[in-house]
């Protein structure tokens, strides 16, 4: 058997080929900090529930660290298709290997996620809340948007649906789901370095001020 690349945290950047995975199955991924707020549990739930809508092999990779890091993956022990990751110093070769980005942060300090980004520029669809600038990311002018967004302010149960159905829609639509990933790319396009500086000023001038 090959071996599969490591980081310096341990966690297989090889993910697809060393757990046996087909083409078939579909990977999300949510990298954060492992706080409530950063719906760690929505995403787990969210997973579940394409899984039993589908029928298809859904499996979710969670990247990070956090105070809810032990309690979260004792709780969902018996889910053997969630993967608790830890934390990694350079998450991308991993997320790249995915299929979905799903961030469902009801984080109230929420500015502008890296994490969807890295998505993006990976080619993922992300299925996101709408907590700060996430709807300005994924905002798009013409064509297939790159994903979706829900409202932060639904409950955990009506979040978990609203996000699982525009996943299942996506999957169900592989015209859709190819202009989505494309238009992913574009969209990480529009965020050169000094365009997220820019950003990062306006948000902080806005906020601060």
């Given at each position: 058997?090959?071996?599969?690349?490591?980081?310096?945290?341990?966690?297989?950047?090889?993910?697809?080929?060393?757990?046996?995975?087909?083409?078939?199955?579909?990977?999300?991924?949510?990298?954060?900090?492992?706080?409530?707020?950063?719906?760690?549990?929505?995403?787990?739930?969210?997973?579940?529930?394409?899984?039993?809508?589908?029928?298809?092999?859904?499996?979710?990779?969670?990247?990070?660290?956090?105070?809810?890091?032990?309690?979260?993956?004792?709780?969902?022990?018996?889910?053997?298709?969630?993967?608790?990751?830890?934390?990694?110093?350079?998450?991308?070769?991993?997320?790249?290997?995915?299929?979905?980005?799903?961030?469902?942060?009801?984080?109230?300090?929420e500015s502008?996620?890296?994490?969807?980004?890295?998505?993006?520029?990976?080619?993922?669809?992300?299925?996101?809340?709408?907590?700060?600038?996430?709807p300005?990311?994924?905002?798009?002018e013409?064509?297939?948007?790159?994903?979706?967004?829900?409202?932060?302010?639904?409950?955990?149960?009506?979040?978990?649906?609203?996000?699982?159905?525009?996943?299942?829609?996506?999957?169900g639509?592989?015209?859709?789901?190819?202009?989505?990933?494309?238009?992913?790319?574009?969209?990480?396009?529009?965020?050169?370095?000094s365009?997220?500086?820019?950003?990062?000023?306006?948000?902080m001038?806005?906020?601060?001020?």
């Amino acid at each position: 058997a090959p071996v599969a690349r490591r980081s310096t945290s341990g966690a297989c950047l090889d993910f697809r080929e060393s757990h046996g995975l087909t083409g078939e199955t579909i990977l999300f991924v949510l990298a954060s900090r492992a706080i409530h707020e950063k719906g760690w549990q929505v995403a787990i739930d969210v997973t579940d529930s394409v899984r039993r809508m589908t029928g298809r092999d859904c499996r979710l990779l969670l990247i990070g660290d956090g105070p809810d890091f032990r309690v979260l993956s004792r709780k969902n022990s018996d889910k053997d298709y969630v993967t608790f990751i830890g934390p990694m110093e350079n998450p991308h070769p991993l997320i790249a290997q995915c299929d979905f980005g799903i961030f469902p942060s009801v984080y109230r300090g929420e500015s502008f996620p890296l994490f969807v980004l890295e998505c993006l520029s990976c080619g993922l669809p992300v299925i996101a809340s709408d907590c700060g600038e996430i709807p300005e990311i994924m905002k798009v002018e013409n064509g297939e948007p790159p994903g979706g967004v829900v409202s932060h302010t639904l409950n955990k149960k009506a979040m978990t649906t609203a996000m699982a159905s525009l996943i299942v829609n996506l999957i169900g639509d592989e015209k859709r789901l190819r202009n989505a990933g494309e238009q992913a790319r574009r969209t990480a396009d529009r965020f050169s370095m000094s365009q997220l500086a820019e950003l990062y000023l306006e948000v902080m001038h806005r906020h601060v001020t």
